[in-house]
């Protein structure tokens, strides 16, 4: 289970990290996000719930076109908040494939000059970062490079 600790120890690493990207990765929605919310509203963090705050700027625009605009909206989003660290939740609607982006890439370059802390619904195995189910059309898969970004792994922590 995801304790503030783990995000507090995240964060002193953070300044030494390329990336200042911590990822929460968790099969347990609803839990992690509300100790996230606790944690954010504590720790001073800004909590944003991205499903709803990015949809809100996408759904103007075509389905087609809204590819074109994510990064832009996602860094208006990210500039808006003054805090030490944004808490992004919720983060499904990055992984729909018609915006055509690559979830992970964008999230590691929107952290270059902003602290993130992540939640990843999902599971690591095999050393790889796994969003959805194979089935699924908003499957992901990617390599775990340890030097770039934190992992919190919940999924593999006892109470």
């Known amino acids: 289970m995801l304790k503030e600790a783990d995000i507090k120890n995240a964060m002193k690493i ?41 949809s ?4 103007r625009f075509p389905i087609d076109q809204r590819c074109f605009y994510v990064e832009d909206f996602m860094n208006e989003i990210l ?3 003054h805090a ?13 494939p018609h915006l055509k982006i690559d979830p992970l890439l964008l999230l590691k370059n929107l ?8 939640h990843w619904n999902g599971k690591i ?5 796994i ?3 194979a089935s699924h059309p908003d499957y992901k898969k990617y390599k775990i490079d340890k030097y770039d970004y934190i992992i919190i792994d919940t999924t593999q922590q006892k109470g």
């Open 14 to 54: 953070l300044p030494y990290k390329y990336y200042h990207l911590v990822i929460i990765v968790s099969s347990e929605g609803h839990r992690i996000s509300k100790i996230l919310q606790d944690i954010s509203k504590k720790q001073g963090y800004h909590y944003i719930n991205l499903n709803l705050t990015l």
């Open 56 to 59: 809100e700027k996408l759904i």
């Open 131 to 133: 969003y959805a189910t």
């Open 79 to 81: 500039d808006s908040c």
């Open 125 to 129: 195995e095999e050393g790889h970062l």
């Open 111 to 118: 952290s270059r000059y902003r602290s993130l802390v992540v």
């Open 84 to 96: 030490e660290a944004l808490v992004l939740d919720n983060i499904g609607i990055l992984f729909e």
